[in-house]
């Protein structure tokens, strides 16, 4: 009985949560109430909830009593965080009801992830230093914000391909209902890049004052890694994106392609690296 209180009960508790809650959204798409279900107070009222313990648990289990521990699978589980919390505070003002599977369905996976991959001991001090901490948050919020808009990027692509090929669909379908949810292409590619616009502002934060502040942050010199690399390449093509956007009108799939294209080699930058070190090389 006691293991059920315990924290890794605690952390095995979230995906279960998430996988509930899609449950849930499914009985109502079945009962062909679709869109009213996902915009309905319950819905938002359980996700608030889900946020509320998922944030809890991605805290103690990085900072803790022996210090900064974290890993790739804490770093994916805090970036789904972060792009459902940020999914949640927008669907009160816009109509985004359509991103709410994948947001939930990918915080679900990631969740699942620190139970087999409990990260490693990076820095005992580290959990005390406020410099630290403001670097780390806005570095995670600005990853979420941005696999959002690779999520929204990817539902373009999707919506696109879908009005491109007419294909046949049948009228209360589980893909009718989805097409009835999603306002109008233009609607969502404007969505997409206002999460591009924030995202790069705090991404351009995080990787200059990386890039000068790296002895007070990390506590030790700057290097050329494979992170840092990633990391200002990943910079790079969402610079370039908005300067297509803003100079030629770059929309469409070339803009998707982009999107996408980017947001890869900025997973390989903070996630990928750390993945490698920790399960191919074996190493913290």
């Not at 009160?92 to 969740?111: G, H, T, Y």
Request: charged share 10%; hydrophobic share 60%; proline share 4%.
């Amino acid at each position: 009985m006691m293991d059920i209180l315990d924290y890794f009960s605690f952390d095995a508790l979230i995906p279960l949560f998430y996988l509930m809650l899609l449950i849930f959204l499914g009985l109502g798409y079945k009962r062909g109430k679709g869109q009213s279900t996902q915009s309905s107070v319950l819905v938002r009222a359980l996700i608030f909830v889900l946020l509320v313990a998922h944030g809890i648990e991605i805290h103690d289990s990085v900072f803790t009593a022996q210090g900064f521990v974290f890993g790739f699978a804490q770093d994916l589980s805090l970036i789904a965080w972060v792009g459902l919390a940020f999914y949640w505070f927008q669907s009160w003002f816009l109509p985004i009801a359509s991103l709410l599977w994948m947001s939930i369905l990918f915080a679900l996976f990631c969740s699942l992830l620190p139970l087999f991959f409990p990260g490693t001991l990076l820095s005992p001090e580290a959990v005390s230093d406020p410099w630290f901490k403001a670097h780390f948050i806005v570095a995670t919020v600005s990853v979420g914000l941005l696999s959002l808009a690779a999520m929204q990027a990817m539902l373009m692509s999707a919506y696109d391909r879908a009005l491109h090929q007419q294909l046949g669909i049948l009228p209360n379908s589980r893909l009718a209902f989805w097409l009835d949810d999603l306002p109008p292409l233009m609607t969502i590619e404007s969505l997409l890049f206002n999460l591009i616009y924030v995202g790069f502002a705090l991404l351009t934060l995080t990787v200059f004052s990386g890039l000068l502040f790296s002895q007070t942050l990390f506590g030790k010199p700057f290097v050329w890694d494979h992170k840092t690399i990633f990391a200002l390449v990943s910079w790079l093509l969402f610079g370039g994106l908005m300067i297509a956007r803003w100079r030629v009108g770059l929309r469409g799939r070339a803009a998707i392609r982009w999107v996408l294209s980017a947001y890869v080699v900025l997973l390989l930058a903070y996630v990928g690296s750390r993945f490698v070190l920790e399960v191919i090389l074996q190493r913290a």
